[in-house]
């Protein structure tokens, strides 16, 4: 097992990986290339298709004041590996998994994720969540009817609707600047559904 980078650049396991990203590069280059792109933006598009990888594993790089980059759209596989570090996170992580399924169940169209639970901070306070509801809400499935008294109830009170695209992007809006009087702008999380 290697145990130093130098060595760890020498493994085979190491340069086969090498070799696996650059004919994966070549093949997307190739790929970008036949769809119309010019060589430059076919290789910034191959560049963000590697930089999601890294991202995907290794989470959204926090800045100084522990809060994440503008928009980050991600699996909830990704929610729970990047967020699910404290124990009080794990107990938000149940709550966002079923607002995830109940999304899925009606067939909501979006789903965000903000509060101190998508900053740094070990034990966050919450964790808020805004919804995009289908255009025909599934009535009578026990989902729908769940998720229209959580929203009619307000219980939890941090779960909101968005009714269209317009009232998405206004809660999108709200949800990504810090309550600072500068209201500068934070990440928020896009949930795949």
């Not at 964790?127 to 769940?146: I, K, S």
């Amino acid at each position: 097992m290697p145990g130093s980078p130098s060595e760890f650049r020498q493994d085979d396991r190491f340069l086969y990986l090498q070799a696996v990203f650059a004919d994966t590069a070549e093949w997307l280059f190739g790929r970008f290339r036949f769809d119309g792109l010019d060589s430059d933006a076919a290789l910034n598009e191959v560049l963000a298709r590697f930089q999601r990888v890294v991202q995907s594993a290794s989470g959204p790089a926090f800045d100084d004041d522990g809060l994440i980059p503008p928009i980050q759209v991600c699996t909830e596989a990704e929610v729970v590996r990047w967020f699910g570090f404290s124990d009080q996170r794990e107990r938000l992580l149940a709550r966002i998994h079923h607002w995830i399924n109940l999304a899925r169940a009606v067939r909501a169209r979006r789903l965000l994720l903000d509060g101190s639970f998508v900053t740094a901070k070990d034990s966050p306070g919450d964790v808020d969540a805004v919804v995009l509801l289908p255009e025909q809400l599934r009535n009578g499935h026990p989902e729908a009817v769940e998720l229209c008294n959580v929203l009619r109830t307000r219980e939890p009170k941090e779960l909101f609707a968005a009714e269209d695209e317009e009232d998405w992007w206004g809660w999108f809006g709200f949800f990504s600047r810090t309550r600072e009087p500068s209201g500068r702008h934070k990440g928020v999380i896009e949930v795949e559904l």
